[in-house]
């Protein structure tokens, strides 16, 4: 779709509506797990007058042990799904997504399109100011793989050292709960003690449950700069709406209409939901059969 004329009739048939019809829309947000509220939550904050409907695939967690043509399929599944809800704007709150569909997804959505990793490396291209400065990329084994973030980066400016480190125990950390501890503590030192002794002064968190241990970090390397996609994300889709004349006109009671889809709905995802997004808001599911039809 050419996300410049947001109000064209897509391919997929969907008629012309009115323009607040469509600015009345709901964001789609989707994740392979639940790591992707990290992004609602900062998208709920930035647009607080938006509705939002959030999908994680929990029945298919983890995407980043797939092949790339299944993490396609499966991306291509629910953000299909989403549209189906009639969406106006499809976020991919999944790095490992981002790095796999989002070409093929930009391609076929009759939706504009935004995934984590280019606000991420834009703003850690705004952080890394000095030519020649080391600047890191800090993901799952998937998402490193991947090289989407180096490639970028190296794409933007040539000039910078990047290094790259697969940080594992991070997400299991934090589905513990465990996000602000001595263990978390020694745990980050032991990944990230080489790349900081390389002179590393500037790091993306490359995975959307990372931004829960930013206090950490900041305890362990106070003069680390860490940049949150998913805030970076919220500021995108902000200024998006905008560009495309999108956004919904102000809300008398200020406050985003969410629904919360999962496809496999387990004892643990209530904690998971309010550890992520801060509220519990209700979770509905989705049987996978409806993702594939």
């Known amino acids: 779709m050419n996300d410049t004329n947001a109000k064209e009739t897509p391919e997929s048939g969907l008629k012309p509506e009115p323009d607040d019809a469509l600015k009345n829309r709901p964001i789609g947000v989707f994740d ?5 509220l990290t992004v609602l939550h900062e998208l709920i904050q930035s647009l607080p ?5 959030y999908l994680g695939d929990t029945a298919r967690v983890p995407y980043g042990s797939r092949s790339p043509e299944t ?11 989403l549209v189906k809800q009639q969406i106006k704007y499809l976020v991919i709150a999944c790095n490992t997504s981002t790095a796999h569909a989002e070409a093929l997804l930009k391609e076929k959505m009759p939706v504009p399109v935004l995934g984590v990793i280019r606000p991420g490396v834009e703003a850690l291209l705004a952080a890394a100011s000095e030519a020649g400065a080391t600047v890191g990329v800090l993901g799952t084994r998937s998402t490193v793989k991947s090289g989407a973030y180096e490639r970028l980066i190296k794409e933007r400016r040539d000039d910078l050292n990047v290094v790259s480190q697969a940080c594992p125990l991070f997400v299991p950390l934090v589905e513990e709960g465990w996000t602000d501890n001595t263990v978390t ?16 002064s500037a790091a993306v968190l490359g995975c959307t449950h990372y931004p829960l241990l930013k206090k950490a970090f900041a305890r362990v390397y106070p003069q680390l700069k860490l940049v949150d996609s998913s805030v970076e994300v919220a500021r995108t889709v902000a200024t998006e709406l905008d560009r495309l004349q999108l956004r919904r006109a102000p809300q008398a009671n ?13 004892e643990h995802v209530a904690f998971l939901e309010k550890l992520f997004l801060g509220i519990e808001l209700g979770i509905e599911e989705v049987p996978i059969d409806e993702l594939k039809s």
Do not use: N, P, W
């Open 49 to 53: 007058d938006e509705r939002f409907i």
């Open 185 to 200: 503590e020694e745990v980050i030192r032991q990944y990230m003690d080489g790349l900081v002794s390389k002179g590393m």
């Open 254 to 266: 200020g406050r985003s209409k969410v629904r919360i889809l999962l496809t496999d709905v387990t």
């Open 71 to 81: 993490i396609r399929r499966y991306s291509m599944e629910v953000a299909s799904y």
């Open 32 to 36: 392979s797990g639940m790591g992707g």
